[in-house]
């Protein structure tokens, strides 16, 4: 009965490793998200954002080639992205070239560093320089003020928390209080470490990621995983906290050693404010 069943389960297990392998990972979600704000300025009503993370750049494929061409159909207002480029110096151009094809797509595209940018031999000064050559704008503990159809809001953008990089304190020092606000963090963990500054500072909306969504979303176990892993229970996905919004996104890449996702696809989300 062992030998049997033995016989039965091996080329299904097979067949679910080559999926997660060769086909999930290279076949990115788009998610779409209508977040409604009851004082979000007229001007602002209906801005789109295409939020990602985690490229974990292994060369130009056919992921990489969707995520371009649904930034061109969807045409959003900014393009804003929430770390680890990359985990190996060997990826360098073709990171440069991905950040290069984005940006030729939507020139509003903004990003934070995560852990693993600054785990490479590159300097991350270098990385910041090269990045920008190439398009995106990086905010490492700063803010910018973005205009919007004659208003304005602005991106804040904090250095990895998971390294203890982050300074949100710095990062909000320009920032004035009567305008929405988004902040980028490579980690959600930001939310947990901050609340009463975040809470203090109204800040409207948080984009993140890190976490990849387990990778493999087992119901449960994964969640569970990465709780412990985090302390706290943002897996992937849209939370609300005290009247802000997080979104931890599941990430478009995958840890190099790690390559394969089953029932968590690589995501491009697209967000839509509201004015309700």
């Known amino acids: 009965m062992r030998k049997e069943s033995l016989i039965i389960f091996t080329p299904f297990l097979v067949l679910i490793f080559l999926y997660g392998y060769l086909v999930e990972p290279y076949s990115p979600e788009l998610v779409q998200k209508t977040l409604s704000y009851q004082d979000l ?36 207002d900014f393009v804003f992205f929430t770390g680890d480029f990359l985990e190996r110096d060997q990826w360098l151009s073709s990171c440069e070239n991905l950040i290069w ?66 300074n949100l304190k710095l990062a909000l020092k320009d920032v004035k209080e009567d305008k929405f606000k988004i902040l980028l963090s490579h980690s959600p963990a930001i939310f947990l470490e901050n609340q009463k500054l975040i809470q203090d500072n109204t800040i409207n909306l948080i984009l993140s990621g890190h976490t990849h969504g387990g990778q493999v979303n087992i119901p449960f176990f994964t969640n569970f995983f990465i709780s412990l892993w985090l302390g706290g229970k943002y897996t992937a996905g ?29 995501e491009i989300t697209l967000i839509t404010l509201k004015r309700r």
């Open 41 to 76: 300025p007229y001007s602002l009503d209906n801005l789109k954002i295409i939020d990602l993370s985690d490229f974990h750049c292994r060369g130009f494929t056919l992921r990489e080639r969707k995520l371009v061409e649904t930034i061109e159909r969807e045409k959003p």
């Open 101 to 166: 094809q984005i940006f030729q797509k939507n020139q509003n595209f903004f990003g934070v560093f995560g852990n693993h940018d600054h785990q490479i031999n590159t300097p991350i000064q270098k990385l910041e320089e090269d990045f920008e050559e190439r398009g995106i704008t990086i905010l490492i503990n700063e803010s910018q003020e973005l205009k919007f159809k004659g208003n304005s809001f602005y991106l804040i953008g904090v250095d990895d928390p998971y390294l203890h990089y982050d």
């Open 238 to 266: 849209l939370f609300k906290e005290n009247g802000t919004f997080i979104y931890v996104n599941r990430g478009i890449g995958t840890f190099n050693l790690f390559p394969v996702r089953l029932n968590c696809p690589p």
